[in-house]
């Protein structure tokens, strides 16, 4: 039995089944990654394109009837991701498949723990079906936890200013993380369109920029101890 309960879940394919799985876990509260093999005319740089299969399994069981998932905002949980697999082709065994995987936690020590954890345990599984593997670590970043005040004045003036937030583990680096070293810092985000950032798809809508804005100002006019007008 595991140690720690299970959060996240990763399921490999997209089609309906796959997709009905997906969406009961996230039923159970479960942080879930949906993978497919990347759509065969998807250029390489192109992450939404390369999604495209496991996105359109998602939309499948977000339109589902009966529903797949108990509320809308169950959907939240999933996130969409490929599988580089050759050959290229469904119901066929890959002689070979590259997966990057993404580890994330705002704890140095749990962080090192579960990479630690996770790759002894893909080693056993690899060198019980008589396989090979190659790891390679790509990039490492320490984590860094942003100050707690400018977290929580953000988040005070989302909701003076009637807008939901909530808290975020971001992987990407930020000019905030080299400030945070000198100074306070805290780093905000507004949605972006089907939760596509950093990619050339990625959209906000003028609505959702404004309303950053508006919280991003009061934030910092409230640290600074100026009332609002």
């Keep these: 039995m595991p140690s720690e309960p299970i959060r996240e879940v990763t399921v490999l394919g997209a089609g309906v089944m796959g997709a009905a799985i997906a969406a009961h876990l996230a039923n159970a509260g479960l942080r879930v990654r949906l993978l497919d093999i990347p759509a065969k005319d998807a ?10 299969i ?7 069981a977000r339109k589902a009837k009966p529903a797949a998932f108990f509320t809308p905002r169950f959907d939240t949980l999933v996130t ?31 962080l090192a723990r579960n990479t630690d954890g996770l790759l002894a345990g893909v080693r056993e599984l690899v060198e019980g ?12 970043i320490d984590p860094l936890r942003f100050d707690s005040g400018c977290n929580r004045a953000i988040e005070q003036a989302a909701a003076a200013l009637g807008h939901a937030s909530l ?3 971001s ?5 905030a993380m080299c400030l945070a070293r000198i100074a306070p810092t805290a780093l905000m985000f ?31 006019v409230g640290r600074a101890g100026i009332a609002p007008a």
């Design 190 to 220: 507004i949605p972006c369109r089907e939760g596509i950032s950093h990619n050339p798809a990625e959209y906000a809508s003028p609505g959702d920029c404004a309303a950053g804005c508006d919280v991003l100002c009061q934030a910092v």
């Design 171 to 175: 992987g990407a680096v930020h000019d």
């Design 54 to 60: 496991a996105a359109a399994g998602l939309e499948g």
């Design 167 to 169: 808290p975020l583990v």
């Design 80 to 110: 969409v991701g490929n599988l580089t697999v050759e050959p290229n082709a469904r119901s066929v065994i890959p002689g070979r498949v590259v997966l990057v995987i993404d580890i994330r936690h705002p704890d140095a020590e749990t």
């Design 129 to 140: 079906d008589g396989l090979e593997l190659e790891l390679a670590e790509i990039l490492h």
């Design 43 to 52: 250029p390489a740089g192109d992450k939404a394109a390369r999604n495209k």
